[in-house]
């Protein structure tokens, strides 16, 4: 038997004992744990701002940790900053790239960052001293597509990549501090642990992936996903994933039990997941849709308990929005907010 | 999806070794506390409690905003 045969059945073998010691704990599932709790009502949602000015596409946007402000990117070349309460643009910053597919604000307030198709991950200082907004860096070295990025300090930030990796990076010196390299497929979102330890990442191997930024390993990999995972993010408390894909549902994994905990799914969804938000309790999900809706779900009863057109609006929870599916009139829209 | 060469497969199979060895918790522990922690926060989640969004800087007060 060659090396690479013997490997691949080492893997095989591995795989199969991690699927053993997961049904080893598996003495209780999240529907007997919800038995007694009802449904929540109907949730109802109203469009309370439109944020006009963009006049393509856009792609992404995110929140900064005021919940006030939020940054969102359009592929007619512009970062845009917003002040959501008065709509006012604070910064309106050109690229140089226009093939933009990502954006992220820095916990600080003081960065904001967008990549795409030029493979970079360009990073803006909002708060230079002649009030100009310049690019502070370019980081330089991921061989796809910029698909998502984070920061997780103003040092530090991780992005995700159509060349299957993930990086973290040192900003101030513009170079990479590790990549985290075990995907499949292209990488198309990531977001980080309430706690800064962890990052997920989903990609297009069907997979979730959890990793330890310091140590640069794997420590979980979720799959079940019958397609691309193009969403992901954290359930607030850290201790479990959430996952939205192109197989038309939602997935939230258990992340100290490894394992699947209940799948969000209707018959009648059949188009793919694009991005999701839970709301600050956990009890509710909210994921958009290539349909251009965006459905609530209970997360305990796995249940639908809300259908927005996003022309009608696009719920945001905890600093967190979900994003159009496709926004396709240059104009992004915000509603029914919460405070922390 | 991509096929994988030696080094890759090497490193795939150190991989699932470390994702074995990670200390799995019961669910019947691990799903009792998820729930607690959701059933603890609903009071405070503004989308189900109407109250709460009374404070919700997003709405209109009046017909004017001072900049």
Sequence with gaps: MG??????????????????????????????????????????????????????????????????????ASQDGKLIVWDSIT????????????????????????????????????????????????????????????????????????????????ILWDIETGTQKTVFAGHQGDCMSLAVAPDFKFFISGACDFTAKLWDIREGTCRQTFGGHESDVNAIGFFPNGNAVITGSDDATCKLFDLRADQELITYQDSSIMCGVTSLAPSLSGRLLLAGYDDFNVNIWDMLKAERVGKYMWKLYIPLENGRKVDPAEDSEGSCRVAAGTEH | ?????????????????????????????????????????????????????????????GKCILL
């Design chain 2, 1 to 61: 999806m991509e096929e994988m060469d030696l080094p890759q497969m090497k490193k795939e199979v150190e991989s699932l070794k470390y994702q074995l060895a990670f200390k799995r918790e019961k669910s019947s522990k691990t799903v009792t506390d998820l729930v607690k922690w959701i059933e603890d926060g609903v009071p405070e989640d503004p989308f189900l409690n109407p109250e709460l969004m009374k404070n919700n800087p997003w709405v209109e007060k």
């Design chain 1, 87 to 166: 709509t006012n643009k604070v910064n309106a910053i050109p690229l140089k790239s226009s093939w933009v597919m990502t954006c992220a604000y820095a916990p600080s307030g003081n960065l904001v960052a967008c990549g795409g198709l030029d493979n970079m991950c360009s990073i803006y200082n909002l708060k230079g001293k002649d009030g100009n907004v310049k690019v502070m860096r370019e980081l330089a070295a991921h061989t796809g597509y910029l698909s998502c990025c984070r920061f997780i300090s103003d040092t530090e930030i991780i992005t995700s990549s159509g060349d299957c990796t993930c």
């Design chain 1, 3 to 72: 090396e690479m045969e013997q490997l691949r059945k080492e893997a095989e073998s591995l795989k199969d004992q991690i699927t053993a010691a997961r049904k080893a704990v598996q003495d209780s599932t999240l529907q007997e744990a919800a038995a007694g709790i009802t449904v929540v009502g109907r949730i109802q949602m109203k469009t309370r701002k439109t944020l006009r000015g963009h006049l393509a596409k856009i792609y992404a946007m995110h929140w900064s940790t005021d919940s006030k402000l939020c940054v969102s």
